[in-house]
């Protein structure tokens, strides 16, 4: 039995976490916690723990429209955790 040779040797640079490549996601609802972690519930009742700039500046009530990317190697506070690019509080009615 031959092997053939590798192609190319092992990469030393810098790796991307399997999180980096996932596609970015919206959670649109309402603040439930703040504290050590923010907490929003969407309109499906789902929990998100929502990190980012911009996140420590809410407070229970606030509707919230978060777009960012999932991050499946940290743990959330109360759901999955979303690191934010933006955070808009909405109008409340």
């Not at 703040?34 to 911009?54: K, Q």
């Not at 420590?56 to 940290?74: F, I, K």
């Amino acid at each position: 039995m031959t092997t053939d040779p590798p192609t190319a040797s092992p990469s030393a640079g810098a790796t991307t976490p399997p999180s980096e490549g996932l596609q970015k996601i919206r959670v649109v609802g309402e603040v439930v916690q703040t504290g050590d972690c923010v907490v929003v519930r969407d309109d499906n009742a789902t929990t998100w723990t929502i990190e980012g700039e911009g996140a420590d500046g809410l407070s229970p009530g606030d509707r919230v429209s978060v777009t960012g990317a999932p991050d499946l190697t940290a743990t959330g506070c109360g759901g999955p955790l979303v690191r934010a690019r933006t955070i808009s509080v909405l109008p409340s009615g």
